[in-house]
Each structure stands twice: as structure tokens, then as C-alpha cells.
């Protein structure tokens, strides 16, 4: 169990503040994230959406791959989820599946532009998940 205080004040401000260079010219709707790894670097990510539109990806997984770009390829903690509506919009269930690979206990804020916030983990919301531990069974 990792021991590290949450700064949750500090991922929600820089989850509100990365949304800001979401490319999201299809949707309109400016998402960010902001995630503590476990060697205690925070990660952003918003989304960057495309033309042909299936291709989007979303702030959760920009953030997740820029760590992972970054070289920190330890355990994430905590992320926080900022989308611009008036109540907290849980992580789409793309994003939960990659958030597993990287921390399957890791606990989730969801904020937005009301005071309204959810918090909870992502294996209450990706519960018997699929991971790499799976695949290890493999014979
Ligand atoms: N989106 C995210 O960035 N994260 C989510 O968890 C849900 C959806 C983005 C994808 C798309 O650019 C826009 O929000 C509308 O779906």
C-alpha cells in the first residue's frame, strides 16, 4: 500500500487547467485529468479529438500515456477527471480499461463547474476487470 498523501486540491486545479488545450472542435466539451503516480509525479492529459471522430482520444488516456512517455512507469494513485458540466461525469469505460493497466486500486475524483464532486475507485468502477494479470495465467 502506498502511503503517499493525495494533494487533491493540486489535481483538481491542474485538471481544470489543462482542459483549457483540449482540442475538441466536433464535441465542444473540454475535458482534463490529472494524475499522482506513485513515485509522486502528477501527469496531465485533455482530450484531442479528430476528424474521423473514433480516433479522439480522450484527457484520461493523454494523461496516462504522457506518463508513461515521461518515463515514470510507476503505480498511479489517483486521477482527477475535470468535465464542463454540472454534475461530476464519470471516466468512459475506454479510459477505465486503460487506467486499470496502470493502477487497478488507484482512486477517482470526478469534478466540474459546480461545487458538485464524486469520489470513489476505479475498482469500484471497473469491477473483475480485464488486466495483465490475466494474460500471466495464460498457458
Ligand atoms: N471524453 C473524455 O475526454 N473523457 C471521458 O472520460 C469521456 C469523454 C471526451 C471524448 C470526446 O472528445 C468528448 O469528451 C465527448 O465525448
Given at each position: 500500500m502506498n502511503e503517499r498523501v493525495i494533494d487533491w486540491d493540486h489535481l483538481d486545479a491542474r485538471a481544470r487547467a489543462v482542459a483549457s488545450n483540449a482540442y475538441v472542435?466536433?464535441?465542444?466539451f473540454a475535458v482534463g485529468a490529472a494524475i499522482l503516480t506513485a513515485n509522486g509525479n502528477v501527469f496531465v492529459g485533455c482530450n484531442v479529438e479528430n476528424?474521423?471522430?473514433?480516433?479522439t482520444n480522450c484527457a484520461e488516456r493523454t494523461a496516462i500515456f504522457t506518463a508513461r512517455a515521461s518515463g515514470d512507469d510507476s503505480e498511479v494513485l489517483a486521477v482527477s477527471v475535470y468535465t464542463p458540466t454540472e454534475v461530476p461525469t464519470p471516466p468512459c469505460g475506454a479510459c477505465r480499461q486503460v487506467l486499470n493497466e496502470f493502477g487497478p486500486t488507484m482512486q477517482v475524483r470526478n469534478i466540474c463547474d459546480s461545487t458538485m464532486v464524486t469520489h470513489t475507485t476505479l475498482d469500484a468502477l471497473l469491477p473483475g476487470a480485464f488486466g495483465p494479470k490475466n494474460l500471466a495465467d495464460a498457458r
Open positions: 472542435p466536433y464535441s465542444h476528424a474521423s471522430f473514433g480516433l
